[in-house]
């Protein structure tokens, strides 16, 4: 019985060894597949670099770095380190329309007004203008303006 289990054991070894040092040609095509798709997930489809931080502005036509050129709003819920995520607008010149880039969103919200009187929306979205810009869903407050936090620094300054 022992000799037996010992067989089998042996069996299942080489077995597993052959298995992880020869992958298969479908093993290898799947790790190529996984590889090109990584790098031409660098761009979009519209050709603007993701790992260089450009996203597809649909209100100015052209690849833009939010976090450069847009204001920035801070979501109102907190991760599990205490640290809420960024959302960025831009308003455009005549004040009838915003963009806004939702944190691990592919593409931004297109907000409209009819007058400057009014406040943004986008189905149940609204963008708020009165009192700094805050966003809300279905009347839920998700996003408020990012708040400067000013510290102190204890002691002196000295040069290096």
């Known amino acids: 019985m022992k000799k037996i289990l010992y ?90 329309v915003a963009e806004v880039f939702l944190p691990d969103s592919k593409e931004s919200i297109i907000f409209t007004r009819e007058n400057e009187d009014q406040n943004f929306k986008f189905k149940d979205f609204e963008f708020r203008t009165k009192n700094g810009y805050n966003l809300y869903y279905d009347e839920t407050l998700l996003f408020q303006p990012a708040i400067p936090v000013d510290t102190k620094i204890l002691g002196k300054d000295e040069e290096h």
């Open 7 to 96: 067989v089998l054991l042996l069996v299942f070894f080489i077995s597993c060894d052959y298995i992880l040092k020869n992958p298969s040609n479908s093993e290898e095509e799947n790790l190529e597949f996984i590889v090109k798709s990584e790098v031409n997930d660098d761009t979009n489809e519209n050709d603007c670099d993701l790992k260089a931080g450009y996203k597809w502005s649909n209100m100015t036509k052209k690849c833009v770095r939010v976090f450069e050129l847009g204001y920035r709003l801070t979501s109102i819920e907190k991760d599990s380190l205490g640290k809420g995520k960024n959302a960025y607008f831009f308003v455009d010149e005549d004040s009838l």
